[in-house]
């Protein structure tokens, strides 16, 4: 079943509100996933206004990347409003096709704000086709270049999933930089004795954004201090730590 979350209520007026900051507003309001009536109506009105969002006249990069990752986490939050989901997240995968939002006369799900936009169009993982077909308008709503740190701000409700925080264009850089950083310190096991590394199954996962062993160790050296010194005593044996796609407890 396809649903488009703000489908049903009337076209919202963005007005002088600002794409990004509509996101934020509707993020902080998604996270209350026990609101009572008033946040879900406020909910409701917030989602209906990005119906009158043109994603195309986003300005730059950094403004398009915190609209799209702010988006993804509160239309997933939305989407637990009305159902939460229990057990693994991999027995759901279907509601990441098929939960959306309609932005600008354009339906956008979850699995298309991530890997049609933020991933600029690659496949999603263990997928034989691109999101976007050649022509599609989407299309000019994706940055200019895919981002891998998005994968440590995106969310999709299981328990190794990063946390979620509030993106905003004149910080986004900082911000995606501070994500990383802490995702990868509680996600990455150095061994310096042993010469031994284990770093977050999402870079194995994400390899094609993340690019191969040492892109991927140059990556984690430029967030994290043992990393840096662990390359610099040679050529570490390399492995990923399990994910856990339990579904995680909602705040």
């Known amino acids: 079943m396809r649903a488009v979350l703000n489908a049903d209520v009337a076209p919202g007026d963005a007005g002088d509100v600002d794409p990004v900051e509509l996101s934020r507003q509707l993020l902080g309001i998604a996270r209350k996933v026990e609101a009572g009536e008033a946040e879900l109506a406020e909910l409701q009105r917030l989602a209906a206004a990005l119906r009158g969002v043109e994603p195309a006249a986003l300005g730059g990069d950094d403004a398009r990347i915190a609209f799209w990752v702010n988006l993804y986490n509160a239309l ?17 995968l279907r509601l990441f096709s098929a939960t959306a939002y309609e932005v600008g006369g354009e339906r956008f799900s979850l699995n298309l704000i991530e890997h049609g936009v933020l991933r600029r169009n690659r496949r999603p993982p263990y997928h034989p ?57 509680a996600e990455t096991e150095v061994d310096a004795k042993h010469q031994r590394i284990a770093l977050p199954r999402l870079m194995r996962l994400y390899r094609t954004d993340f690019g191969g062993r040492d892109a991927q160790l140059s990556f984690a050296a430029g967030h994290l201090d043992q990393v840096r010194a662990l390359l610099a005593d040679g050529a570490p044996r390399l492995r990923y730590r399990s994910f856990d796609w339990t579904a995680a407890p909602h705040p």
């Open 129 to 185: 086709r691109r999101s976007l077909r050649p022509g599609d308008p989407r299309l000019a709503a994706l940055p200019s270049r895919l981002d891998p740190r998005i994968h440590f701000a995106l969310n999709c409700g299981a328990r190794s999933c990063p946390p979620i925080h509030s993106y905003e264009p004149g910080s986004v850089n900082e911000q995606l930089d501070l994500a990383t950083r802490a995702y990868l310190e």
């Open 76 to 92: 997933f939050r939305h989407r637990l409003c009305r159902r939460p989901i229990r057990g693994s997240v991999l027995r759901h």
